[in-house]
Structure formats: C-alpha cells, structure tokens
C-alpha cells in the first residue's frame, strides 16, 4: 500500500538516528595537549578518520556527516603553533596513538580550515604516504599572505597579532628575515601528488582575508600541472565565511571516495 513506503522510511529513520546518537566524543590528554575524537558507533571498513588542523566542530555536519558513515573525526590542542616543527610533534604523537595503538586508517583524510591549512600542509609534506586527502576550506597556504597581510598577487587582510606570534614561534627576528625564510605555498607538496593524495579545495572566490589566489590556488595549479587528482568547490563571490557548503554532502561524498 502506499503508506508501506512512508512507514518504512520513518522505521529507518529511527534506526539511522540510534546510529548516529551512539556515536560518542572521547576527550583525552596526550603529552600535554587536549584532544578530541569522535567516535562512531561502528567503524567503517579501513577505520578512516578526518583531522581536522584546527576549529575542530566549525564544520559540524561534514564532521558528524561522515562520523554517521564510520569515520572517526580527531583534532589536538596546538593553537597559534602555524604548522611549526613543534606542532608537528604533537602530530606524530596522535598519529601514533590514533594509527598505532587503535588502528584507525594509516591515511587520513586531513581537513584545513583557515589557518588550518598550515598544518595539513606541514603534515603532507613531512609524511606523504600518511595522507588521503588534503582538504583546503578557505585554507591558509602562504603565511605571508596570512597573517602577514603582505601584498602578493592580492593582498589579504592580515593580522598583526598572529604574525608577531608566528615570528615568535619561528624565530624569526625581523619581518624581512620571515618574508625570506617563510615557505611558500607550494614547497615540498610535490611528493604529496607522488603519493596520489587527493586535493580538495572549497573556497570563496572574493575571500579577503585568505585571498585564494594566493593560498589555496597555487596548490591546485601544481596539482593540476602534475597530474594530480583534484577537485574544487568555488563559492562566487564567497568571503572567508562561511566554511563549508551549505549541504555538504558534496565534499563528504569526495571524502568517502578517496579516503584509503
């Protein structure tokens, strides 16, 4: 009868909604650093995992889009480290807890909001063959771009705060010393492609603190120029907010395709 279909749509419903409630959060200290994780009631085949470089839950329904398919989805405590050496021992840490000990995938799918793309980035380039995708929302790439605010091809925003920190953090004694010495948006990500690590890129097109130009494009053309496999979300005349796509469905689809 007509109402079959109706009642068996709300039965799974109710099913896929226990799922999801039974997910869990474990929150946890490692080496000093908070942690989060999220866990999904099953774990899907290969145990994949996002991490997200930093704002952790800015992006919630792609994180509990993809926990609901049997992702976990990891962040750890190393705000206004900018991808720093010393950000990355934190890394191998939880890479080593999350792959090593509780076997979760040994290729994540790393996420980089914002100024998190300064640590997918460092983490791609120190260990290409641990890494599905590198997923690039509005993501830093030049940090002379941000916070630096220096014109290049355009010129963002900046913060004068977060480049003193970032000079601190680097050691670096003046801006010029920073300018020289800072990476490009492009260094060392070849080996990436090597590996076949899928690049994904959502941005707005008229963002004005991460100019995309500057950031996430240069990526995308070295991909591109190498035969690397990639897509992008453009948002037309986009700012640096909203993350994301409204329904993101799109991208966790992308995610769930390349994960490894």
């Given amino acids: 009868s007509p109402a079959m279909p109706r009642f068996l749509l709300a039965l799974l ?12 959060v474990e929150k946890f ?65 939880l890479y080593a807890e999350l792959n090593g000990k509780r076997g979760l995938s040994a290729k994540p799918a790393l996420l980089g909001i914002s100024r998190g793309g300064l640590y ?24 002379r771009s941000w916070p630096g605010g220096f014109p290049l091809t355009a010129k963002g925003k900046g913060s004068a705060g977060d480049w003193k920190l970032y000079k601190a953090e680097f050691k670096f004694a003046t801006d010029e010393e920073a300018q020289a010495k800072s990476l490009r948006a492009t260094d060392g990500l070849e080996p990436a492609i090597k590996a076949g690590v899928f690049l994904i890129s959502c941005h707005g097109t008229a963002d ?3 100019p995309f130009v500057d950031n996430a494009k240069p990526v995308v053309d070295l991909w591109e120029k190498h035969g690397g496999k990639f897509k992008v979300f453009p948002k037309q005349g986009g700012d640096h907010h909203p993350h994301g796509l409204p329904d993101p469905k799109p991208l966790i689809e992308v995610l769930m395709a390349e994960a490894k």
């Fill in 29 to 93: 200290t490692l080496d000093g650093k908070s942690v989060t994780l999220k866990v999904p009631a099953q774990a899907a085949p290969g145990k994949p995992w996002l991490w997200v470089g930093e704002f952790a839950g800015h992006l919630k329904s792609l994180e509990d889009g993809l926990v609901a398919q049997g992702w976990h989805v990891a962040s750890i405590g190393v705000s206004n480290q900018f991808g720093s050496p010393r950000s990355m021992e934190a890394w191998e840490k």
């Fill in 13 to 24: 419903g109710m099913v896929f909604g226990a799922v999801a409630a039974a997910a869990t």
């Fill in 208 to 210: 004005t603190v991460v």
């Fill in 120 to 143: 997918v980035n460092a983490w791609a380039r120190l260990h290409p063959d641990r890494v599905s995708v590198l997923y690039l929302d509005n993501g830093v790439c030049d940090i």
